[in-house]
């Protein structure tokens, strides 16, 4: 067929602690079993990369990125430019499943359009697409504005979108946007340890029915953590997005204050323990994050901060209030492991055309892996909001405040104090969002009502 393909491996990655490059499935690279079966289809085989040195035994072209940034669409572009075709199949090298006939499909479109992408459950998928190296030029021109959102540039293309009945089709034969983001989705072994459910004989009364099931229980996973060589605290999690969520942890607890504070950092699953190498010498009393509540109380007697010691959040950014009811009603529907086990909180963070969602037994421990998130990958907006199904405590408030998050939204309620908190640290609450109704607690100013 006279189309590429163009695998994107460059980059780092954000949710392994290693370059996804070198992801195994067995004996042998994800890559290069993706490798071996696209040559089945594609006569030229691009992979846009850092390493060349891991393709140089197999028949593929192995290109750099050629423009700077921290986004895939770089690697795109690189990928365009090098391509001897009008259109390529465009895939990420951690998509270990790669459906034929859904791409001959995607192929058989092709008719002038710059994109032929995919959307499934309301959500753009960028990867597993067809790209046109027509859009070369309105690459640079949109990365030249400083945007880098993939699925906003998606729709700034002429693209032609799949649609959801006959994605659904090609869907039912693998899960084919299915990507490797943690070391729990690689390795048999650890499946009993991390996942994030159990599969449990329940008995089960209806009435004066009374039969057996099985029933999807939600995982409580125990890790200690240590902290130069010291204990400094267990937790009970969802053992999902376990290294962001010790970073926002130590974060928000002012062990650290950005990630170069980290010298070293330990995760084993098997035996529940993290271990933590930091620069700083730690206390075991975290006073500072208890003198803020303090401040927040009023209680002179307890503490006195000044207010240049409090973590004020300063931006002048709008947000869309029909944009927030929209997002807030779709937020339960995204949530799949609280479906199936209705034991998770869900947080939702949100910024430019980036939604991401992270779950936990635990509201406190969600919001950390958000904040973990944010810092590993060094993003800093004033649009940046998140939306939780819990309600709205003043740790909460707190640890969103750290980071510089300016808006909360809850389906739930918040408490008195973090109302208080929200209100001395420039930090907007909504509450009670439900529907196309919401309570604005705290600067109110911040939100645009047309």
Do not use: W
């Not at 770089?74 to 459906?99: E, K, P, Q, T, W």
């Not at 996973?221 to 970073?247: A, C, G, K, Q, W």
């Not at 709205?392 to 969103?400: A, E, G, P, T, W």
């Amino acid at each position: 067929m006279n189309v590429s393909a163009i695998i994107l491996a460059g980059g780092n990655s954000s949710r392994m602690k290693y370059n996804k490059e070198f992801i195994k499935i067995g004996d042998s690279f994800l890559v290069h079993q993706q490798i071996e079966k696209l040559l089945t289809q594609f006569k030229e085989v691009i992979v846009v990369s850092n390493n060349p040195d891991h393709y140089k035994s197999l028949n593929v072209k192995v290109v750099s990125d050629i423009l700077t940034g921290n986004t895939p669409i770089i690697g795109l572009h690189s990928g365009l430019v090098h391509s001897s075709n009008r259109y390529n199949y465009c895939i990420a090298c951690d998509m270990a499943f790669i459906n034929f006939d859904f791409i001959n499909y995607m192929i058989s479109l092709t008719k002038g359009h710059d994109a032929y992408v995919a959307k499934y459950n309301n959500f753009i998928e960028p990867f597993n697409a067809v790209y046109s190296k027509d859009i070369i030029p309105k690459i640079e021109t949109f990365l030249n504005g400083k945007t880098y959102g993939f699925q906003r540039l998606v729709k700034q293309l002429n693209t032609e979108y799949i649609s959801e009945q006959k994605v659904s089709f090609y869907q039912q034969k693998m899960d084919m946007f299915k990507n490797i983001n943690k070391e729990s989705d690689l390795y048999d072994d650890y499946l009993n340890i991390t996942s994030n459910y159990h599969i449990l004989d329940v008995q089960k009364v209806i009435g004066k029915e009374i039969f057996y099931i099985k029933d999807k229980v939600i995982t409580e996973y125990p890790l200690s953590i240590y902290v130069n060589d010291n204990h400094y605290s267990t937790m009970m999690m969802t053992p999902e997005n376990i290294e962001f969520l010790i970073i926002g942890y130590l974060f928000s607890e002012f062990v650290i204050s950005n990630l170069t504070d980290i010298i070293s950092f330990n995760l084993d699953l098997e035996n529940h323990r993290s271990d933590i190498i930091v620069k700083k010498q730690i206390e075991t009393n975290n006073t500072q994050r208890l003198n803020i509540l303090s401040t927040a109380c009023s209680n002179a007697q307890l503490v006195k901060m000044k207010d240049e010691d409090l973590p004020f959040v300063k931006t002048n950014y709008k947000f869309e209030l029909k944009e927030i009811l929209n997002e807030v009603q779709t937020l339960n529907k995204k949530s799949i492991l609280f479906r199936e086990t209705g034991g998770v909180h869900s947080v939702e963070v949100l910024y430019d055309d980036e939604k991401l969602l992270f779950e936990d037994i635990g509201r406190h421990n969600a919001v950390d892996k958000v904040v973990g998130y944010l810092l590993k990958n060094n993003i800093k907006r004033d649009d940046i909001y998140i939306i939780t199904s819990g309600r709205i405590s003043s740790d909460i408030l707190l640890k969103s405040a750290l980071i510089n998050i300016s808006l909360i939204v809850s389906r739930s309620a918040p408490t008195s104090l973090a109302v208080k908190l929200a209100d001395k640290l420039g930090v907007t609450i909504i509450g009670f969002a439900r529907e196309k109704k919401l309570n604005i607690y705290t600067h109110q100013d911040r939100i645009k009502k047309e």
